[in-house]
C-alpha cells in the first residue's frame, strides 16, 4: 500500500501567518492517465471531513483561495496564505492514484 | 444538493454484527464510487473499501476484506455496509463519501460494548 507520510503532525500558528504542510508518498502517484489523484481535506473538531483541494492543486468549489496545493510525483504541499481561526482542525492527505486509497496520519493546526 | 444521509448511531454486542446505511440525493447514484471510511476516536481516517453502485463491483482494503461488506440497492439509492464479528477495535465513526471525497456523510457511530 502507499504510505503517504504528512509532516509536521502539528502546526501552531497565530492569526494571518502563512503555514505550509508537507505530504510525501512512498510512490509515485502520477497515474498512468496523466492525472495525480492526490487531495487535501480538513476536519474541524466534530464534524465530517471536507475537501479543499483535488488532484494537486485545483479549489474545490467555495473554498477559499487562501489555500493552495502543489506537487507533483511523491513530493506535494499544502499552503493556508492568512490563517484564519476557522481554519483550525486537522489536514488530511489522501491518494486515489493506487489502489487502496490510503490517508496521511494528519496535521494539527492549532492556535498559537 | 448532493447529501449523504447515514443511520443513526449503534450499540452492539461484541461477536455480533451490524449494518450501517447511506442515502444518496442530489445526485445520479450509480455516477460515483460510494467509499467508506473509518475513524477511531481521536484516530486518523482509514479507507475501508468502495463499491461501484452501477454493477456492485467492489474493492477492499486487506484489512477489511474480511470484516466489511458493501453492498447498494439502486432502487432506493441506498448503500450499506456490514460489520461482522464485531470487537472493542470496531468502536468507530464510519463514513461514507463520494466524489473524491468531495461529499460526505456525517458519519455513523458504532459502539462496540457488552
Known amino acids: 500500500d502507499v504510505v503517504l507520510t504528512q509532516t509536521p503532525p502539528t502546526l501552531s500558528a497565530t492569526i494571518g501567518q502563512s503555514v505550509s504542510i508537507s505530504c510525501r508518498s512512498s510512490?509515485?502517484?502520477?497515474?498512468?492517465?496523466?492525472?495525480?489523484?492526490l487531495h487535501w481535506l480538513l476536519q474541524r473538531p466534530g464534524q465530517s471531513p471536507q475537501l479543499l483541494i483535488y488532484?494537486?492543486?485545483r479549489l474545490e468549489s467555495g473554498v477559499p483561495n487562501r489555500f493552495s496545493g502543489s506537487g507533483s510525483g511523491t513530493d506535494f504541499t499544502l499552503k493556508i496564505s492568512g490563517v484564519e481561526a476557522e481554519d483550525l482542525g486537522v489536514y488530511y492527505c489522501?491518494?486515489?492514484?493506487?489502489?487502496?486509497?490510503?490517508f496521511g496520519a494528519g496535521t494539527k493546526l492549532e492556535l498559537k | 444538493e448532493v447529501l449523504l444521509q447515514q443511520s443513526g448511531a449503534e450499540l452492539v454486542r461484541p461477536g455480533s454484527s451490524v449494518k450501517i446505511s447511506c442515502k444518496a440525493s442530489?445526485?445520479?447514484?450509480?455516477?460515483?464510487?460510494m467509499h467508506w471510511v473509518k475513524q477511531r476516536p481521536e484516530q486518523g481516517l482509514v479507507w475501508i473499501g468502495r463499491?461501484?453502485?452501477?454493477?456492485?463491483?467492489?474493492v477492499y482494503a486487506e484489512k477489511f476484506k474480511s470484516k466489511a461488506t458493501l453492498t447498494a440497492d439502486k432502487s432506493s439509492n441506498t448503500a450499506y455496509m456490514q460489520l461482522s464479528s464485531l470487537t472493542s477495535e470496531d468502536t468507530a465513526t464510519y463514513f461514507c463519501t463520494i466524489r473524491a471525497f468531495a461529499y460526505w456523510g456525517q458519519g455513523t457511530l458504532v459502539t462496540v460494548s457488552s
Open positions: 510512490q509515485s502517484l502520477l497515474h498512468s492517465n496523466g492525472n495525480t489523484y
Open positions: 442530489g445526485y445520479t447514484f450509480t455516477d460515483y464510487y
Open positions: 488532484s494537486v492543486s
Open positions: 463499491i461501484n453502485p452501477a454493477n456492485g463491483n467492489t
Open positions: 489522501v491518494q486515489g492514484t493506487h489502489a487502496p486509497n490510503t
